[in-house]
């Protein structure tokens, strides 16, 4: 064991800490030389984890409200573990026919699969019970929403940029297979609504073009419904499907650390380094807590907000279907899609019946909708031609065309959802429901369009806002008369730290600009792939309208109350170049002559 080295002069007092008369204290752990609990050092001399823990506590991440999303989703699918741990004591995954003979008095004497039955004992019988459950639906419903939202924070921001791309395919799997169990879960407990829910997936999977008969024969066992899908949704809900989302989760966070966690951008903020917090002990305590505000928050709105009251719809019948039923919201755009599609998509070729109108809107978009997201990094970095790591995020207005490609398929999924209840909107405003399915269909096409280039003009706009902050500063509303007899209003320069926001990104230049020419030196023409147009194109729509950040001889102009002339000659030679890269002109002047000092622009 190394001996304690006293450090300083006072270390000579006999009477001071650590001086010759003090001893050393094992117990104390913030002793270089402290000694750790027996079972510990027996661990990691099996184990070595020791030096892999100290890595993982000494990570450092950063500090924003935007990051709590993934939390909220990855404590919702811990509270939906837990919770679903104790259903299974007592759910019982069989369609064995029964006589209800428990305490629900308007169900008695009711037949009934033994699944519903244990449900509705789960409910009023097992103490606790009907909390647990809707504990269990509320948090499954939180766990998508959370990653909902943080796949939008990811995609607004630029985070899924290299060395990323990974991750995110990753992050859109989870999303499917969450969706996915969230089918299956909702479905286990046979009522008259989920019943009806696995009675359209029996026709979604009819509707596959050749094989769809005996892809329904292989999922139930034989006609519907038969007697195998809820052992069968059980097994894949609580073993099967959890298991591949614990195990990406893992993955995801695994990676997460591998790469270092993106932060915002900020002064002292690079590509090279990360400004937060280490877990330990500041981050673990702050997640901790986050941990139980989620809980609590989620028991809270379990205890006071019913859900899935399954007693109210009674058991499956598959004569009946549950009046003005729809999905659980992540299935909306589906079932939405299913409504909107015309009936002409339905043919006879060769004695079979092709049935596109349900095919499209339950095969084929789902899956569909995951591959374009898990697509779009590659798809990204190709039209721009970006290689570069990032590990700075973007602000969305400084990314207007992707932001506006978020937006128009955010509208694409209202339009979708809101076709879900076009029969309810048909009874409540006491409309055609084919009026409202045309709107619908023409809103489908025009709406993304129409909210695409309203984003992006925003976004611009927004841009155009910043340089004019930067220029000019803060608006004080202060009149101030020249001796000249000139009217104008006094600006309040910006802190330089605040200013940093607004200039330090960069604005790629079309891929057609930055190519070169089309032949080499020799008069060669260059080697052109077969999509170097289509490419070229793209990258020109994606930033042929780009707003440059002001530049460090703007900023001197203006500052100096530069004539219209010299805004303009300042900006040509300069354009596109960080406020702060300017040799020789780190410091500027603000209208009342004091220096104000411009932080350093990230490499």
């Known amino acids: 064991m190394t001996a304690y080295v006293p450090q300083g002069a006072d270390s000579l007092r006999e009477d001071a800490p650590g001086g010759a008369e003090s001893k050393f204290d094992p117990n104390n752990q913030a002793s270089p030389d402290a000694q750790f609990p027996k079972a510990l050092i ?46 299974t004591l007592w759910f019982v995954p069989s369609m064995g026919h029964i006589t209800y003979e428990g305490s629900y008095v308007p169900l008695k004497g009711v037949g009934m699969s033994e699944a519903y039955a ?4 789960i409910s009023f019988e097992v103490k606790g019970g009907l909390l647990i459950r809707q504990l269990h639906h509320w948090s499954a419903l939180f766990f998508i929403i959370g990653l909902a939202l943080h796949a939008a924070r990811v995609f607004f921001t630029g985070a899924f940029r290299k060395p990323r791309e990974i991750n995110w395919v990753i992050g859109t799997v989870l999303a499917l297979l969450a969706i996915i169990e969230g089918f299956a879960g909702y479905s286990l407990p046979d009522d008259l609504l989920s019943g009806t829910g696995i009675r359209a997936m029996n026709g979604f999977m009819m509707s596959a073009p050749v094989i769809g008969t005996w892809l329904t024969f292989f999922v139930f066992g034989g006609e519907f419904p038969g007697e195998a899908i809820i052992p069968r949704l059980y097994i894949a809900h609580v073993l099967l499907l959890p298991a591949l989302i614990v195990g990406l989760f893992v993955a995801h966070l695994l990676l997460v650390v591998v790469h270092k966690h993106t932060q915002y951008p900020g002064p002292g903020r690079t590509n090279d380094n990360v400004v937060g917090f280490p877990v330990m002990p500041v981050y673990a305590a702050k997640a901790g807590g986050f941990f139980f ?5 989620t028991a809270l709105i379990s205890a006071l907000v019913q859900i899935n009251a399954v007693w109210v719809y009674g058991p499956y019948d598959p004569t009946q279907v549950t009046a003005g039923s729809q999905p659980d919201f992540y299935m909306w755009f589906s079932d939405g899609a299913l409504r909107l599609l015309p009936g ?12 596109f109108n349900i095919f499209l809107g339950s095969l084929v978009l789902l899956p569909l909708v995951f591959i374009v997201m898990g697509a779009y990094p590659f798809f990204e970095a190709w039209v721009t031609g970006d290689k570069r790591e990032h590990h700075l995020l973007q602000r969305p207005r400084n990314a207007p065309v992707r932001t506006g490609i978020g937006a128009a398929a955010i509208s694409i999924y209202l339009v979708l959802s809101l076709a879900t209840i076009n029969d309810i909107l048909a009874v409540l405003l006491n409309l055609s429901i084919n009026d409202i399915t045309i709107v619908f269909r023409t809103m489908f096409f025009v709406l993304p369009v129409v909210v695409f280039f309203v984003v992006k003009k925003l976004c611009q706009s927004l841009q155009r806002h910043d340089r004019e902050k930067v220029l000019h500063g803060h608006e004080t509303g202060t009149i101030i008369r020249t001796p000249e007899g000139k009217f104008f209003e006094l600006h309040e320069p910006m802190d330089a730290y605040e200013r940093w926001a607004l200039v330090q990104h960069e604005m790629p230049k079309p891929l057609a600009l930055t190519s070169g020419p089309d ?23 994606f930033y042929r309208d780009v707003v440059e950040p002001v530049t460090p001889a703007e900023l001197a102009a203006a500052q100096h109350h530069g004539e219209a002339e010299a805004l303009e000659v300042a900006r040509t030679p300069q354009i596109g170049a960080p406020v702060d890269d300017a040799a020789g002109d780190d410091d500027f002047e603000d209208t009342h002559g004091s220096a104000v000092q411009a932080p350093s622009h990230r490499p």
């Open 519 to 541: 032949v080499d030196e020799h008069g060669v023409a260059r080697k052109r792939g077969p999509l170097t147009g289509l490419r070229n194109g793209l990258s020109n729509f």
């Open 344 to 355: 002409w998509l339905e043919f006879t070729i060769f004695d079979t019946v092709w049935s």
């Open 293 to 297: 505000v989620v809980f609590g928050l």
């Open 42 to 87: 027996w661990a990691d001399d099996r184990t070595g984890a020791a030096k892999g823990m100290r890595y993982l506590l000494r990570k450092v991440f950063p500090d924003h409200w935007s990051f709590l999303l993934g939390e909220v989703a990855m404590y919702s699918m811990i509270i939906a573990l837990i919770t679903g741990t104790f259903l």
């Open 118 to 121: 244990s449900t509705l004992d």
